[in-house]
């Protein structure tokens, strides 16, 4: 078939650069760093225009999410990569001394990375930057679903890119399918469990390493707070994670608030009114919240809603517009814990608020479900805090604020469980896409004889001994003194 | 006895729902425990090891029970020092804010252990799983029996068994426990069974570290002590449970100047480690199984290979003992030179310059282990550069995966993760990212409604760029905005500016400019 005889001439290409062992040199990992940067620069509008056209995200909103971590992240990477790619050194005890030992870092080799369809750029451009740091040849996979974003991949890498290293193949699921019959040294992924689990099936047959970043319903907790600053900061910090964000679609957005019962309708009123300021009387004009990514999504929200016990448990928003792929900011309050809202990843602008007795009570409700990408809480309290911390376990826990750790480069980003495995962002990006080689050396000095056999107890006596560290006793067994 | 699978999952999620395993004094005790065995046990470990291998007691010794309790050792020393959460340093782009890097459990966890090791990579694995708060089942190889028993026996004796498990069995037991839902599975054994774990693995999403195998290349280049060298790669290799083990040097390159003489010494050597008749040497393991015993014989059988023999080749079927075999200048394309041998033979390729070797050993799957014997600084970087593989060690053998502040692990058919010392807590842990923000210090540019100005601080911002930030909160444009503005007016007035008429101000920029004016 031809697609499949120039899938696979493209990576022979991908192969024998990598083997000629260009990707390895500190240079042209810089260069390719260096051209990704140009790119964001210049492409900007590019990429905005495309981001408008597939998600009617507003071009700040693109910025704040995707191009500007990117050059971030991108900066980031140029700074540490001399360091990152240097040998560490590891300690040896005396007993094995004369020696030396450290960890050299390597590339895999050829990696493939499939990006998702809510944030293309970020999602497919940020393992993008490991994998070149790390040095190996790449073939980014776009998401079919967001199409405008996909093309200007494609374009903007073949630009700006080396070729012979770097490709972007495009297309959904019958290419999505031929990559993965291909050997990869390394798959990088994120999108939704389902696929994650094809993925991970084809991985298996050529025993390749893989990262899975996928989903889950992250809670935001909101305890009472006494100040009305911390609360407006709340409410501001709540709802841009929320709404704000790809309109909800985003694996770390907030997906459901849980709240003190005395609470609750303080929360409704301030969030009613951030809601207002934020994203204004009409937020489908103002583009101040993007649209659903497509009528699958916008059919699978209506359907959350329209559960019985659901749209009952409304108190804001509901309101859908289907031509415009647009959903109101909507907030329900205590919707019934069995229903689909409650069970499934909303990836939308549905905002449940889950009401309990005391503030703790939120942590048994947490460890009841599957765990999440992220549990925020916003609380001064500090006990709390740390019972948070230590009695759950979710990808990560934020303080008074979501989304932001997306941006915090000294911190892993990635799931544990239902939520996904490995880790990356910041030198977790190079460290993904590397293989840590132990590498020790011997002198021919100081050959220890006792090694060898034939076998008999004295030299088992030293073996005790050498093993304890006891390096006096060895002596003395040496020089007849002690018996064995 | 049919096992409760469901049951013992149950029971064991409990367990870890409780919460117990995750304190550092239930991790020490179960720490201590594991030491009091292989202190109070010794003897009967190294009599299961006699029976399910022959392994000569130093071996057993030095490999498992030693190995063993020195990581059981430097996990009590550093226990708490692990524990302790990671402070993460936070920049600018998240000012204010502190960040730490909080390691927890992965849960509930299952160990898959090999026959050549069966005590040292049953234990520890088991080891990384406790130090890391999880809950445990190890699943000993059947291949080895008396050990496994044994562990059975001695775990469910010694250590906390609503937490810590033992299930024996074959390809049924460890098919129904594949089945299970586990938040981590760690497997040592084959690149066959490791492609049945990963695939199972996939129902759940569970993560999987792989300890594999490969062929082991020892590359001996001349000018270096070869006595020395001899007896190392003989001890690496005869002298590590007779070849079976998974760092094993499995063939050899030298030049073809070289090869005489290498050979020579590697006899020598040999009958002074074994005698003049290795059958009846008490201090080599015998082959594990009937199976592998056919299946290393049809190796020497296969006719490709069998005029190559130089040293050895003898054989006890009774007893299932292969002597130590060295083979010259086997074809690529042997039988023995397209698996992982696993026994007591050593092909030796022969290349015209040592260099050449770098380029056999990378045509070839990446192995868990290289070996180079040199004493040329720039042939030792050429390989240490070119040559992919799990772990490198120059100028001795296997002696690498001792070394607890080195990853022991594989890559591509080799396997995956890697662990010994801290890298099998890591390899047990979920790394938990935690950041505390402030509600002081809040930046607007973040929400909406979204103007220009936030734009150009949310630049600054993500670029860490104080003097920009400075400049977008005094409404100054950035200098890609100034050169746009700029490419516009020339598009729009080719004769540039007509003289005599005022700039103007634009808004923010104006602004700056008003300001720039008052600096001057």
């Known amino acids: ?484 | 006895m049919a096992l409760d699978m469901e049951g013992m999952m149950k029971e064991l999620r409990e367990t870890y729902a409780s919460g117990k395993t995750k304190s550092y004094e239930w991790r020490i005790s179960q720490l201590r425990a594991l030491l009091k065995i292989a202190d109070h046990h010794d003897k009967e470990i190294t009599e299961a090891l006699r029976c399910d291998l022959n392994k000569p007691e130093l071996e057993s010794f030095v490999y498992e029970i030693a190995s063993m309790k020195s990581s059981c050792q430097l996990a009590l020393k550093q226990l708490k020092r692990w524990m302790k959460p990671e402070k993460a340093k936070t920049s600018l782009t998240t000012f204010p804010s502190s960040g730490q890097i909080v390691s927890e459990p992965l849960g509930v966890v299952l160990v898959i252990s090999a026959w050549n090791f069966p005590f040292l990579l049953s234990l520890d694995p088991v080891i990384g799983a406790i130090t890391a708060g999880n809950v445990v089942v190890l699943k000993p190889s059947e291949i080895a029996p008396a050990t496994s028993a044994l562990l059975s026996k001695l775990l469910g004796e010694y250590m906390d068994t609503s937490a810590v498990k033992v299930v024996e069995g074959a390809v049924d037991e460890t098919t129904a426990l594949l089945e299970q839902k586990w938040d981590k599975i760690f497997f040592t054994g084959n690149g066959k069974v490791g492609r049945i774990v990963l695939t199972a693995a996939v129902k759940h999403l569970t993560p999987v570290a792989l300890e594999l195998g490969g062929k082991s290349p020892v590359v001996v280049d001349k000018n270096i002590n070869l006595k020395v060298a001899a007896r190392r790669i003989i001890a690496g290799k005869w002298g590590c449970n007779n070849g079976q083990a998974c760092v094993s040097p499995d063939y050899m390159i030298t030049t073809k100047d070289y090869a005489s003489q290498l050979l020579d010494v590697l006899r020598s050597e040999l009958e002074t480690f074994y005698g003049k008749d290795p059958l009846k040497s008490e201090d080599l393991s015998r082959i594990v199984n009937s199976n592998h015993f056919l299946r290393l014989t049809n190796l020497l059988d296969d006719e490709k290979v069998s005029g190559k023999i130089v040293h050895g080749g003898q054989r006890d079927k009774t007893n299932l003992k292969i002597a130590p075999t060295i083979l010259l200048d086997v074809p690529q394309d042997s039988l023995i030179m397209n698996e992982e041998i696993f026994g007591p033979l050593l092909p030796i390729l022969t290349v015209n310059k040592i260099e050449d070797s770098i380029d056999v050993i990378n045509a070839r799957e990446k192995p868990l282990a290289a070996y180079l014997f040199t004493n040329d600084k720039r042939i030792k970087e050429e390989f240490i550069r070119n040559v992919s593989t799990g772990g490198l060690l120059v100028n001795d053998t296997i002696l690498h995966v001792a070394e607890h502040s080195l990853p022991f692990g594989g890559v591509g058919e080799s396997g995956m993760g890697a662990y010994h010392g801290k890298f099998s807590f890591d390899a047990f842990s979920h790394k938990k990212a935690v950041l505390q923000r402030s509600f002081a210090g809040d930046v607007p540019a973040r929400y909406p409604p979204y103007t220009p100005g936030k734009l150009r601080f949310l630049k600054a911002l993500l670029n860490g760029d104080v003097v920009g930030l400075i400049r977008a909160l005094i409404g100054c444009p950035t200098r890609l905005e100034k050169e746009k503005k700029s490419s516009i007016r020339k598009s729009k007035s080719p004769l540039g500016n007509p003289s005599g008429q005022p700039k103007q101000s634009f808004g923010p920029h104006g602004h700056c400019y008003r300001i720039q004016k008052l600096m001057r």
């Open chain 1, 1 to 484: 078939m031809d697609c499949k005889e120039t899938l696979e001439s493209e990576l022979n290409e991908l192969r024998n650069t990598f083997n000629s062992g260009i990707t390895k040199q500190e240079s042209w990992r810089r260069s390719q760093l260096k051209a990704l940067l140009s790119l964001l620069e210049e492409k900007e509008d590019d990429i905005f225009k495309a981001l408008q056209q597939d998600l009617g995200k507003h071009r700040i909103e693109a910025f704040r999410d995707e191009v500007g971590p990117l050059i971030k992240s991108v900066n980031y990477a140029l700074k540490g990569l001399k360091q990152w790619m240097s040998s560490k050194k590891a300690d040896l005890p005396i007993a094995a001394f004369p020696a030396r030992a450290e960890l050299v870092p390597e590339p895999l080799g050829v990696a493939l990375v499939i990006s998702s369809w809510n944030f293309p750029f970020g999602v497919s451009l940020e393992p993008l930057v490991g994998a070149i740091a790390a040095g190996n040849a790449v073939v980014l996979k776009p998401s079919e679903l967001a199409p405008a974003s996909s093309s200007v991949l494609a374009n903007t890498i073949h630009t700006y890119l080396d070729n012979k290293a770097i490709k972007v193949i495009q297309g959904g699921p019958s290419i999505g399918q031929k990559l993965l019959q291909q050997k990869w040294d390394k798959i990088f992924f994120t999108g939704s469990a389902k696929v994650a689990r094809i993925v991970m099936t084809a991985a298996a047959i050529n025993l390749t390493p893989i990262t899975v970043e996928l989903g889950g319903k992250c809670p935001a907790i909101v305890d009472s707070l006494s100040s009305s600053w911390d609360k407006e900061i709340a409410m501001k910090r709540i709802l841009a994670a929320k709404f704000g964000t790809c309109a909800g679609q985003a694996c770390i957005a907030i997906d459901y608030i849980l709240v003190e019962k005395k609470f609750s309708a303080t929360l409704v009123k301030l969030l009613k009114a951030s809601i207002l300021s934020m994203f204004g009387e009409n937020p489908k004009e103002l583009n101040s919240i993007g649209r659903i990514i497509n009528n699958n999504h916008f059919s699978r929200l209506r359907k959350l809603l329209d559960e019985p016990g659901v749209k009952a448990s409304i108190v804001h928003g509901g309101s859908l517009d289907e031509d415009a792929l647009f959903m109101e900011p909507t907030l329900l309050v205590d919707p019934p814990l069995k229903s689909g809202v409650m069970i499934e990843e909303i990836f939308g602008p549905l905002l449940p608020i889950i009401t309990v007795e005391k503030i703790e009570d939120s942590i048994e409700i947490i460890k009841s479900r599957p765990r999440a990408l992220a549990i925020y809480a916003f609380t001064n309290n500090e006990n709390f805090k740390k019972k948070l911390v230590y009695e759950t376990s979710s990808g990560s826990v934020i303080f008074n604020d979501a989304i932001i750790q997306y941006v915090a480069d000294s911190l892993p980003f990635g799931g544990v469980g239902e939520c996904g495995f490995g880790k990356y962002h910041g030198k977790f990006s190079f460290d993904v896409f590397s293989h840590e080689k132990a590498v020790a050396r011997r002198s021919f000095l100081l050959d220890f004889w006792f090694r060898y056999p034939p076998w008999n107890d004295k030299k088992l006596q030293l073996f005790r001994s050498a093993y304890r560290f006891n390096y006096l006793e060895i002596i003395l067994i040496l020089l007849g003194l002690k018996k064995s």
